[in-house]
Nanobody, 123 residues
Framework: QVQLVESGGGLVQAGGSLRLSCTASGRTFSRNAMGWFRQAPGKEREFVAAIRWSGGSPYYADSVKGRFTISRDNAKNTVYLQMNSLTPEDTAVYSC????????????????WGQGTQVTVSS
């Protein structure tokens, strides 16, 4: 059974940083695209960042570009999201997702999802 487990969320002041981790079990995703999404209360889930299996040419939402960095360690079956210069608008539940394929899927058409980790940014 495939599981994606996120960790690293928490409460941080505006301007602070957090590093999220997502570790997969049940199969290896070293050849698969992975991504991060977030959902704030009362809002739809939105794309944050995605990364190919090779780690090259990551994609970011405009709202996080220059502040967030996605990376992966295929040996650990783990993808990370380094979040800097956080603002209250970044408050949301952050979920990771994995694709069965090596291409980054369009929109949120991923095959596996984690339960999410809460990130709260205070002003």
């Amino acid at each position: 059974q495939v599981q994606l487990v996120e960790s690293g969320g928490g409460l941080v002041q505006a301007g602070g940083s957090l590093r999220l981790s997502c570790t997969a079990s049940g199969r290896t995703f070293s050849r698969n695209a992975m991504g991060w999404f977030r959902q704030a209360p009362g809002k739809e889930r939105e794309f944050v960042a995605a990364i190919r299996w090779s780690g090259g040419s990551p994609y970011y939402a405009d709202s996080v570009k220059g502040r967030f960095t996605i990376s992966r360690d295929n040996a650990k079956n783990t993808v990370y999201l380094q979040m800097n210069s956080l603002t209250p608008e970044d408050t949301a539940v952050y979920s990771c997702a994995a694709s069965k394929g090596w291409l980054i899927p369009p929109r949120d058409e991923y095959d596996y999802w984690g339960q999410g980790t809460q990130v709260t940014v205070s002003s």
